[in-house]
T-cell receptor, first 114, second 119 residues
Framework: SQQGEEDPQALSIQEGENATMNCSYK?????LQWYRQNSGRGLVHLIL?????REKHSGRLRVTLDTSKKSSSLLITASRAADTASYFC??????????????FGKGTKLSVKP | GEEVAQTPKHLVRGEGQKAKLYCAPI?????VFWYQQVLKNEFKFLIS????????ETGMPKERFSAKCLPNSPCSLEIQATKLEDSAVYFC?????????????????FGDGTRLSIL
């Protein structure tokens, strides 16, 4: 079963608004990553947050991690039409990520209207 | 190269035929991963390599799927006797080991995928 589950499945906002996406996971992790996928393209790595971090920023992106609730959120501030994409959270499989691959959620499809 | 290069972009095969997909990882990256993305957007892990050695193959349907990463050649994923359910986009990703922590503590760099259509 999927480790990460994003919420909502789809989100439609106006340009300039903020977009918040949430991810819940099931097992203990040492890091969580967020990726973006534009239509017809591969995943692009956005940000990685480690289990000892609570919040991380990168440009207009803000990621939080709550290991007690096994959840993470991705906030995109002042959204632009170019932010239209699907966003996925990913967690390591296996204890300590020992299994070597990431498990992806089903993604949140973000649509930013000009 | 600076990007993961996957070829071909599209591949159409009749049911029962063989399909072979290629991936050139980013130069200097020692890990390669193959994922399958089906219509519901779910990514299914297939196999990973550390250089030319299989690192984790727990996701591979071994009866018909095989993969290789040979020195000085693109990595490949081959599907024998394809089935309709193999229709999907297959992504390759590469990652650089930075000397500490598990490989899953590093970002993965994805190619744009190969869309495989089985008719």
């Amino acid at each position: 079963s999927q480790q990460g589950e994003e919420d909502p499945q789809a989100l439609s906002i106006q340009e300039g608004e903020n977009a918040t996406m949430n991810c819940s996971y099931k097992t203990s992790i040492n890091n969580l990553q967020w990726y973006r996928q534009n239509s017809g393209r591969g995943l692009v790595h956005l940000i990685l947050i480690r289990s000892n971090e609570r919040e991380k920023h990168s440009g207009r992106l803000r990621v939080t991690l709550d290991t007690s609730k096994k959840s993470s959120s991705l906030l995109i501030t002042a959204s632009r039409a170019a932010d239209t994409a699907s966003y996925f959270c990913a967690t390591p499989r296996g204890y300590g990520g020992s299994q070597g691959n990431l498990i992806f959620g089903k993604g949140t499809k973000l649509s930013v209207k000009p | 190269g600076e990007e993961v290069a996957q070829t071909p972009k599209h591949l159409v095969r009749g049911e029962g035929q063989k399909a072979k997909l290629y991936c050139a990882p980013i130069k200097g990256h020692s890990y390669v991963f193959w994922y399958q993305q089906v219509l519901k957007n779910e990514f299914k892990f297939l196999i990973s390599f550390q250089n030319e050695n299989v690192f984790d193959e727990t996701g591979m349907p071994k009866e018909r799927f095989s993969a290789k990463c040979l020195p000085n050649s693109p990595c490949s994923l081959e599907i024998q006797a394809t089935k309709l359910e193999d229709s999907a986009v297959y992504f390759c990703a590469s990652s650089q080991f930075k000397g500490q922590g598990p490989i899953t503590s590093q970002p993965q760099h994805f190619g744009d995928g190969t869309r495989l259509s089985i008719l």
